[in-house]
Every structure is written in structure tokens, then in C-alpha cells.
């Protein structure tokens, strides 16, 4: 099974959503760790509702929309999503394009490339004060429903992603020193 059937299982797991609902998750909730086209989730949500792995459930609406298609997970889908979730995984490759940059940054003048590093230094500042504003948010949600197993989960992976930014912009740092003692010699 793809990934990205995992990933609408993993939300799915959490409540019953529709799939614009689904679509501003993906964005927001797992958007800064894993990506996935917005054209790929209904085709994906349909296909998996042919499987059994998803039930579509229909909402009435009181206004003059129509009914609101609900997609939630089944037990089929549910032990599927356990069963991958326990499966071991190899060791994940990393693909930065920056990275690669700065594996050429001895063909740059010093100082050019000192600008490019605190362009990216400031982008993973930006990304850290929104996991940051995130913790929070989450903490005090799990302060008001104490045992939240799936908010417990989301806040583990947002503090990866605080420890993933600090890593990356001290990075940025040590880069940058190193480039700003070539360029004093």
C-alpha cells in the first residue's frame, strides 16, 4: 500500500473528516514532516472506500448545502494502519536541496554564500517559532483532556521538528563561521 494511504489513514484514525477537511489536515497537521499533492487524496480516498479501508458516511446539512460525505476509518483500514505502524523501516534518506548547495559553497565567493546560509537560517527560524506556537497550542489542549493518546503522539513528532530546526540552524552557523574565517584570511 502507498504512503499516502497511510497518511489519510493516519488522520482518519483520529475523527471522521471530509475531504476538504482531510486536505487542510494534510497541510497543517502533518504538512511540515510529509507531503502529499491535494489532487492525489480523493482519488486515493475513493480507491480505499473500494477496499474497505474507509467507510463514506453522508451528513446532513441544515442549510440549503448538500450533505457532507464523512470519510472514517473501518477495522480493516484501522489494523492496516497498526500494522504498518509497527513494521520496521529503513533509514531515511534525506533529499535538501540546499545541502547540496552548500557541498558547492567552495565555489562561491564567501561572502555570497554567507547570505544564502542566513537566508535558509531565518526560514528554519520561522518554522521553529510555528512548532513552537504548535507545542503550545497542543499542550494546552491535552491540559483540558487529560490521556489524549493521539494528541500525545502529535505533540512527539512537533518536538522532532523543534530538535530538527535547532539542529539545522546551528548548522547554518558553523557554516557560516567557517565561510567568515576563509574570508578574513
Not at 489513514?9 to 477537511?21: I, K, M, Q, V
Amino acid at each position: 500500500m502507498s504512503s499516502i494511504r497511510y497518511a489519510l489513514l493516519t488522520l482518519l484514525a483520529r475523527e471522521p473528516l471530509s475531504g476538504y477537511d482531510i486536505k487542510q489536515q494534510m497541510n497543517s497537521r502533518i504538512g511540515p514532516f510529509w507531503k502529499v499533492g491535494s489532487n492525489q487524496v480523493y482519488p486515493e480516498l475513493s480507491k480505499m472506500e473500494a477496499e474497505g479501508l474507509v467507510a463514506l458516511q453522508t451528513v446532513e446539512q441544515l442549510s440549503y448545502r448538500p450533505a457532507r460525505k464523512l470519510y472514517e476509518i473501518t477495522e480493516v483500514g484501522r489494523e492496516a494502519l497498526i500494522q504498518w505502524t509497527l513494521n520496521p523501516e529503513e533509514v531515511e534518506n534525506v533529499r535538501d536541496d540546499f545541502l547540496l548547495k552548500a557541498y558547492n559553497s567552495w565555489l562561491i565567493e564567501p561572502e555570497k554564500m554567507i547570505i544564502r546560509i542566513e537566508e535558509k537560517k531565518k526560514q528554519h527560524q520561522e518554522r521553529l517559532t510555528a512548532y513552537l506556537d504548535k507545542v503550545a497550542e497542543l499542550t494546552q489542549l491535552l491540559g483540558h483532556s487529560k490521556g489524549d493518546q493521539p494528541l500525545d503522539s502529535s505533540i512527539s513528532v512537533v518536538e522532532f521538528g523543534i530538535e530538527y530546526e535547532r539542529m539545522y540552524m546551528d548548522w547554518c552557523d558553523k557554516l557560516i563561521e567557517k565561510l567568515q574565517k576563509i574570508h578574513s584570511e
